[in-house]
């Protein structure tokens, strides 16, 4: 009997994303964003004096966190040390909002394990980010921040809108809110709009994509930027059958535990064949790439 389709758990999750960041190029294009546009993004932010704040925003793996899975942290630390640069000598305080105790330890230990790391200071929330929310509004808070991120975290977000509109509401004078979300010209914006039906029931986070983002920027009336940096993702091996890295990346792809051995043969064919449209991937020296492209909004205070 075939099993039958389920999602992953927070556990294979990791293990799908761990096999998505090695055929992927979506590190590497956040560290472009970080060379060419982070230093004159925080260089704008003017409350530099005893203490500045610094708000790093984490989801649980199960909403989507990018940047979970491998190291936990990596992407915070590496903006950190951009704070640092740019304004050397001033205190960051960071807080980390993440519900998933075993990330909360891996970086933790990331952070032992990073001497040059001074002035700079940890609170950390085992929270979701509405959690966290609600115990602002419950112990009567509203802390203000210099700097919030949200990286590839609001695609199980239950309420985006409202989600956008709190975290931007914590931001000081000359604060800066960065979001990182797949670009509009991705194919997964493509395989979300055209071929939807191709994707699994058990697949339940927001199909959601840059210009969705922006839409709520506009309609809150914020000022904001959006710069489009490339990536790609060598889906080949999806394409192997009974490859076990295709496999991995298929139920990455789908949200979905073991797709290709639970997968009706029907939905197998329409998802493959929807992954391989131009408008979702590239070949390149007969290697199937699919379009990762993110994009990075700054929203200003």
Excluded at 30 to 51: W, Y
Excluded at 223 to 238: K, P
Excluded at 249 to 273: C, H, I, S, V, Y
Aim: glycine residues 6%; aromatic residues 8%; negative net charge.
């Amino acid at each position: 009997m075939i099993p039958s389709m389920r999602s992953l758990t927070a556990e294979e999750y990791v293990e799908a994303f761990k096999s998505f960041l090695e055929h992927s190029t979506e590190h590497q294009c956040m560290d472009e964003f970080n060379k060419e546009q982070m230093p004159s993004i925080v260089a704008g932010i003017t409350r530099l004096c005893h203490c500045m704040s610094h708000k790093a925003e984490h989801a649980s793996v199960l909403l989507g966190d990018a940047l979970a899975g491998v190291v936990p942290g990596e992407q915070d630390l590496k903006m950190i040390r951009i704070l640092q640069a740019v304004h050397p000598g001033v205190f960051i305080e960071n807080e980390i909002v993440e519900p998933n105790p075993q990330h909360v330890a891996a970086y933790k230990e990331l952070v032992n394990q990073a001497p040059d790391l001074q002035n700079v200071s940890f609170i950390w929330h085992q929270l979701t980010s509405l959690e966290y929310e609600q115990q602002l509004k419950e112990k009567g808070t509203h802390k203000k921040f210099d700097f919030i991120h949200m990286i590839q975290m609001l695609y199980r977000v239950e309420d985006i809108p409202n989600t956008i509109k709190f975290f931007h509401s914590c931001l000081d004078h000359h604060g800066k809110l960065l979001i990182i979300i797949l670009s509009d010209s991705s194919g997964w914006a493509s395989l979300w709009k055209k071929h939807r039906d191709c994707l699994p029931a058990t697949d339940s986070g927001h199909y959601i994509t840059s210009s969705g983002i922006t839409e709520v920027l506009q309609r809150l009336g914020v000022e904001h930027r959006v710069y489009e940096f490339a990536s790609g993702w060598d889906i080949t091996e999806c394409f192997i059958e009974g490859d076990a890295v295709g496999g991995r990346m298929m139920d990455f792809l789908t949200g979905t535990k073991n797709f290709l051995g639970t997968a009706p043969a029907a939905l197998r064919r329409r998802l493959q064949e929807a992954l391989c449209q131009p408008e979702c991937s590239s070949t390149r020296d007969g290697r199937v790439i699919f379009s990762n492209n993110l994009s990075m909004i700054v929203v200003e205070s």
